[in-house]
């Protein structure tokens, strides 16, 4: 059987740091608000020249150089954004080509804040069915461009930033949830509410690309339960329990969100990477950009059991469960 196996992870985030303090000289909020309600210290911004694909690249080559794997040997690319650079081509044939790659393929999904995990279980599926053999998956977003600068209710929450893994495909005989790989993805969506987050632009209504609307505190009720269904379902699908699990790499919506969360499903503080006060909410980068910093600081270490979850627009929402 074929398993997914990580091979290197980076991230990367725009040098432009937005505080609550410069926010709070925009709009009427203050930044004792933002901490209180979402845990949100700064946010980061990306330059005007900036783009999702050069926040994508940027933790695409971190990731490589990483895994120690040469961009020649990618063959399947799946960015996960909401904030392409265009409206076609897609974000991740621009970043294969800036790696220099003409062959395999690549294409964006679109999960909003889920982009990651519906990334990352694509780019498995298509491993374990051996068409492929080693992808990126990257989860690149530029939500600062579309923000209302004058809707305090949102654009506080969000920011810029991108993260990337690579996973390789391995043979394993007689594969067990101690083996290392992606064990486990489970996604979700819910059409019916569309309207609680959404973004009131596009190609074919408006012609726009418009700016980001949440009805923030329906959307927290949803995502505090849909977040806890999804990792019973991982749980369950792998025969783990909530014990095994290592480390808990959530979502970096809010604050607040990620407590409720660890509470409900069991978990202790210590096992939750928390990351929302450095760089807000960054939508599809938020997971791979929290798990970058607990692997660089020596948390997450080879064989650990990593838990992972986002909800988003659609809604959207899903878990991952991979053996590091
Ligand atoms: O990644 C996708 C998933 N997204 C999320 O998970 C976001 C989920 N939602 C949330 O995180 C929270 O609902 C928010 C952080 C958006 C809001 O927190 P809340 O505790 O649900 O506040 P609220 O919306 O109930 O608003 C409370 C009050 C309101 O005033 P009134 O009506 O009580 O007078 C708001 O107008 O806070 C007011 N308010 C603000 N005040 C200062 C809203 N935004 C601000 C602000 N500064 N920026």
Not at 62 to 86: H, N, Y
Not at 151 to 167: K, W
Not at 168 to 174: G, P, T
Request: glycine share 10%.
């Amino acid at each position: 059987m074929i398993r997914s196996v990580a091979k290197g992870a980076g991230s990367y985030l725009p040098e432009r740091i937005l505080t609550n303090g410069e926010l709070a000289k925009m709009v009427d909020t203050s930044d004792e608000w933002i901490q209180e309600r979402t845990g949100i210290r700064q946010r980061h911004i990306a330059a005007e020249n900036e783009k999702t694909s050069d926040l994508g690249e940027k933790a695409a080559r971190r990731a490589l150089k990483d895994a120690g794997i040469e961009a020649s040997e990618v063959d399947l690319i799946v960015l996960a954004t909401a904030t392409p650079d265009r409206t076609f081509p897609a974000t991740a044939t621009r970043i294969q080509a800036r790696l220099g790659i003409t062959h395999g393929a690549a294409f964006d999904v679109q999960a909003v804040c889920t982009g990651f995990i519906y990334a990352m279980a694509t780019a498995d599926n298509f491993l374990k069915s051996g068409q492929f053999k080693t992808a990126l998956v990257i989860g690149a977003e530029t939500f600062s461009r579309i923000l209302d600068w004058e809707d305090r209710t949102t654009c506080v929450l969000f920011g810029d930033g991108a993260g990337a893994i690579v996973l390789q495909a391995e043979e394993v005989e007689n594969p067990s949830n101690q083996d290392r790989g992606v064990l486990d993805s489970y996604l979700r969506s819910d059409g019916r509410h569309g309207d609680l987050l959404y973004v009131d632009g596009g190609p074919s209504s408006t012609q726009t690309v418009g700016h980001l609307r949440m009805a923030g505190r329906e959307v927290f009720k949803h995502a505090v339960v849909n977040i806890a269904e999804a990792i019973e379902k991982s749980l369950e699908h792998t025969g783990l329990t909530i014990d095994d699990v290592d480390w808990f790499v959530p979502h970096q919506a809010n604050q607040r969100i990620l407590t409720a969360t660890a509470r409900r499903i069991g978990l202790p503080d210590e096992k939750v990477v928390t990351t929302v006060s450095k760089h807000g909410n960054t939508s599809a980068a938020s997971v791979p950009l929290a798990l970058v910093e607990a692997l660089r600081d020596g948390r997450i270490k080879k064989g650990d059991l990593v838990l992972m979850e986002a909800m988003g627009g659609g809604f959207t929402w899903g878990s991952a469960l991979v053996r590091w």
